[in-house]
């Protein structure tokens, strides 16, 4: 017995409207024009160039280079970025809609989509305006990728225990060390990355450098094999008296945390809006198999999940959407506000999964309906940008602080 792909996997119309019924007013009435716009754009573009092409990527482990660039040509990519540096200028929120379409339809795609902004982003705030110019325009334009250089074999959660060492010398810093789980380490061009000018200094000798993936002693590892986002790329970074300018430091010396700090705001954004987007293919995909087998009026005990599941992801979605907007408004955002959009959201991408797969039953095992993938690729997005129980442990310590103020 085979079973026929679904009709939104077969044509770019019938995915726009099938997503597009599944909208929700109470979502949308806090959009504005601008964002509805930006959501039409990628959904459009999402379902003529990026999610025809998800399963093969999957199958294939195939770098998702045509998507990513179909969607840097729909201008998709500069969206929090000031016209002069080649963005659009646009909110938050505008950026968490377009990341969930773009996850809706091809997770990987949108992993390798928001790393170039989590590259980028550090540039803008904290780089000098050459810097800026000289980098920015090329990692939105999708003409450069992009790394976000953190995590080490012995630090990612706990970033201040990080090794690689940036020593002063007389006119910029001689980097060493390795960086492990880089998203698209290996075709970096632009590495932001963080090293310790001073261990003893702990998280206060932590700095951040653009170094050019091009420069003598830079070196990548092999992409890991992984779980999920098989379109994207996660590799080892060496760097073997790597010599960075002066003025490729980002912020101060001894500044990097700060940089940290207001990076994880916006990436978390990302993880969240991911977290959204695959809750919202496991549902839709879910939904139309089972329609598609059973017609309009299906058994009770399949409605039931399916109206529980559409709730969740519409309060996931208005979470997702009021810390973005808060992020608009304000640079002074509480981290349990951003550490419950994040552990929320991407719970809600994973036990979506899980939940359609196992309405689905035998055929949730199924490659050609595209649960299983959304069940693989949800699983990191709980992981990284700060795990969910690091997530729990900052959302804890608030709280419990708060009370302690109380008293
Ligand atoms: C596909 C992928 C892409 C990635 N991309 C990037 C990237 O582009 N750039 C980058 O810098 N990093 C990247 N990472 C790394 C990722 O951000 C880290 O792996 C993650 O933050 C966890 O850090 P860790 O590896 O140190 O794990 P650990 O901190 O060792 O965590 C191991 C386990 O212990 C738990 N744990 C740790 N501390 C505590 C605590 N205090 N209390 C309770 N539980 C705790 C964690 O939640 C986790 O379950 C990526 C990882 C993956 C898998």
Redesign the pocket.
């Known amino acids: 017995m085979s079973i026929e792909p679904l009709d939104l996997d077969a044509s770019p119309k019938a995915y726009v409207a099938l997503h597009d019924a599944l909208d929700e007013p109470a979502a949308d009435a806090a959009l504005t024009e601008r964002e509805l716009e930006v959501r039409a754009v990628a959904r459009n573009v999402v379902s003529r160039e990026v999610a025809p092409r998800a399963a093969g990527l999957d199958e294939a482990e195939d770098f998702a280079h045509d998507s990513v660039q179909a969607l840097a040509s729909a201008g998709l990519m500069g969206l929090v970025f000031p016209e002069r540096l080649g963005g659009t200028d646009d909110t938050n929120v505008a950026y968490a809609v377009a990341m969930e379409e773009i996850t809706a339809g091809c997770a990987a795609t949108s992993l390798v989509f928001m790393?170039q902004m989590?590259a980028a982003y550090p540039i803008l705030i904290a780089g000098s305006d050459q810097l800026a110019e000289r980098y920015v325009p090329g990692l939105v334009g999708g003409s450069t990728y992009g790394?976000?250089?953190?995590?080490e074999p012995q630090?990612?959660?706990?970033v201040a225990s990080l090794r690689t060492t940036a020593r002063p010398t007389g006119d910029g810093y001689l980097l060493n060390g390795s960086?492990t789980?880089?998203?698209?380490?290996d075709r970096a061009g632009v590495i932001i990355c963080f090293a310790t000018t001073d261990r003893s200094l702990g998280r206060r000798g932590i700095t951040a450098f653009v170094v050019d993936g091009s420069w003598e002693g830079v070196t990548h590892g092999r992409p890991f094999a992984?779980l999920g986002?098989h379109g994207s790329s996660?590799a080892e970074l060496f760097f073997d008296g790597v010599w960075i300018p002066a003025d490729h430091l980002l912020g101060d010396e001894g500044g990097g945390w700060q940089v940290v700090m207001s990076s994880v705001v916006k990436s978390r954004i990302s993880a969240a809006a991911q977290g959204v987007g695959l809750a919202r293919a496991a549902y839709a995909r879910t939904l139309a198999f089972l329609t598609r087998q059973h017609g309009a009026r299906l058994p009770d005990e399949q409605t039931f999940v399916l109206a529980e599941l559409r709730g969740r992801i519409l309060q996931g979605r208005l979470l997702l959407h009021a810390v973005a907007r808060q992020v608009d408004s304000s640079t002074d955002i509480p981290t349990g506000q951003i550490g419950m959009m994040k552990q929320a959201c991407t719970d809600l991408g994973f036990s979506t999964a899980v939940a359609a797969t196992r309405l689905l039953g035998p055929y949730g095992d199924l490659a050609v309906l595209g649960v299983e993938r959304c069940l693989r690729d949800a699983k990191?997005t709980q992981?990284?940008?700060?795990?969910?129980?690091?997530q729990r442990?900052l959302i804890g310590r608030e709280t419990t602080r708060a009370m302690g103020e109380l008293s």
């Open positions: 790393t989590h790394s976000l250089g953190i995590t630090a990612g959660s706990d960086k789980f880089i998203t698209t380490g992984k986002m996660t990191v992981i990284y940008d700060g795990t969910n129980e690091i442990l």
